[in-house]
């Protein structure tokens, strides 16, 4: 028996970078796997297909999560469909960089709902299946970002620690009823978001990184089938970053 079979897995932003690799990992443990996406259609249709090539079920529904409308159509399609919700990777996400001077209000409001009302957006609608079920495990991507803060990134840093800030709030009030809500903080992941950098500033940033050298897409899907089989954790920021932050 797998570790996550027969539990119903929607994963936000899954078509690509660290969302594939967690719909993937979840697909192979035997969860039925929900990948949501909102531009990439042909890489969510590739993911949907590796997982359903090696015997576990996926289907990919496009939604627009930085909204509450369609994200509250998503999910009740995702309850009509199966039933419920067991696992939520809230993991679509964002940047657009820019000095606090020049950052205009679009590149604020962007980041802040793609990056964090997503996460009010899908536990809005997911939450009370997995509570009328007693059992539930969300899980939002933060990033070290959150914690550190980062130059030129107030709208990303903001997002993310306000994802670890919502966490253990969620936490505190679903501890009683079988949900679990806990964070997962990259550091430094090679995905489209990262390599995108200039070589100069990606040689600078594995230069500070004591394992000297990025992580892997993954590696953060590790740490996904780990909270899922976590019993007694919640409301915890579990930091996958290479050391490059330490609590
Ligand atoms: P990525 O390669 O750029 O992929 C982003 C994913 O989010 C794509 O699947 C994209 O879907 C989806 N997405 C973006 N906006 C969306 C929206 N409005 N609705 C639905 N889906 C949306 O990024 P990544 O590096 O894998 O990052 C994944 C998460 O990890 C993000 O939350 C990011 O902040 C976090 N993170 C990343 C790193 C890193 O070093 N890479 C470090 C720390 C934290 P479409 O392409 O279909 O639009």
Known sequence: MKKLEGKIAVVT?????????IAKE????????????????????AVVEEINSTGSTAIAIQADISEAEPTKLFIENVLEKFGRVDILVNNAGITRDRSFRKMS??????????NLSSAFNTCKIALPSMLENKYGRIINIS????QSGGFGQSNYAAAKAGLVGFTKSLALETARGGVTVNAICPGFIATDMVVAMPDTVLEAIVAQIPMKKLGKPEDIAKGVIFICECEY???????LN???YMM
Do not use: P
Request: glycine share 18%.
């Open 13 to 21: 932003g899954g078509s690509r970078g660290i969302g594939a690799a």
């Open 26 to 45: 979840l697909g192979r443990e035997g969860a039925t796997v929900v990948i949501n996406y909102n531009h990439s259609q042909v890489h969510a249709q």
């Open 105 to 114: 209000y679009e590149e604020w409001n962007k980041v802040i709902d793609t």
């Open 143 to 146: 990033s070290v970002i959150g």
């Open 233 to 239: 954790m919640t409301g915890q920021s579990l930091n």
């Open 242 to 244: 290479g050391g490059l």
